[in-house]
T-cell receptor
Framework: GQNIDQPTEMTATEGAIVQINCTYQ??????LFWYQQHAGEAPTFLSY??LDGLEEKGRFSSFLSRSKGYSYLLLKELQMKDSASYLC??????????WGAGTKLIIKP | NAGVTQTPKFRVLKTGQSMTLLCAQD?????MYWYRQDPGMGLRLIHY???????AKGEVPDGYNVSRLKKQNFLLGLESAAPSQTSVYFC??????????????FGEGSRLTVL
């Protein structure tokens, strides 16, 4: 079966750096996505990786290793507004998105 | 900028009742999707559409029907609601031109409770 694993919950301190990991086992691979979802709100697109390596976008970076079936989302200079769930999703060989259950990130002052 | 709009935002149903969730997007997107989100689980695709007049089944289609009579609207119907359909439902849309980035635009969600 297809599977996406992410930690359920993480806690970090305002101003610090946090890394959220995602491992996947899917039928084929056509890209990996990260979305942010604040409580009670819609998911919003953060990043996309299809080749190995690091994609940087402001305070957020996303890394992919296809051979290891692994990605991480790196958040720098954490702000209180970064408290949210972070969803990892993989597009499989049928171009369908398989979603992880999400990682709830709690930021403490 | 409305984006993707879902109605209603909240609804409580009794087992066996029917209802329709409406999704409207004003971005001229071809692709539209209905997902459900349950605690401890990833988003699961119910049905999707790649254009006006077309629909297809997703991962969990049983108990739901959909229609895409107009490009901007995608309706999700529950003919006979069951408690297992208690969930938060999200509509999303995507332009084919953004296929590489895969960016989905989501509505704010519809919280459905079936008693």
């Amino acid at each position: 079966g297809q599977n996406i694993d992410q930690p359920t919950e993480m806690t970090a301190t305002e101003g610090a750096i946090v890394q959220i990991n995602c491992t996947y086992q899917t039928s084929g691979f056509n890209g990996l996505f990260w979305y942010q979802q604040h409580a009670g709100e819609a998911p919003t697109f953060l990043s996309y990786n299809v080749l190995d390596g690091l994609e940087e976008k402001g305070r957020f970076s996303s890394f992919l290793s296809r051979s290891k079936g692994y990605s991480y989302l790196l958040l720098k200079e954490l702000q209180m507004k970064d408290s949210a769930s972070y969803l990892c999703a993989v597009r499989d060989s049928n171009y369908q998105l398989i979603w992880g259950a999400g990682t709830k990130l709690i930021i403490k002052p | 900028n409305a984006g993707v709009t879902q109605t209603p935002k909240f609804r409580v149903l009794k087992t066996g009742q029917s209802m329709t969730l409406l999704c409207a997007q004003d971005m001229n997107h071809e692709y539209m999707y209905w997902y459900r989100q349950d605690p401890g689980m990833g988003l699961r695709l119910i049905h999707y559409s790649v254009g006006e007049g077309t629909t297809a089944k997703g991962e969990v289609p049983d108990g739901y029907n959909v229609s895409r009579l107009k490009k901007q609207n995608f309706l999700l119907g529950l003919e006979s609601a069951a408690p297992s359909q208690t969930s938060v439902y999200f509509c999303a849309s995507k332009s084919p031109e953004r296929e590489n980035t895969g960016e989905l635009f989501f509505g704010e969600g519809s919280r459905l409770t079936v008693l």
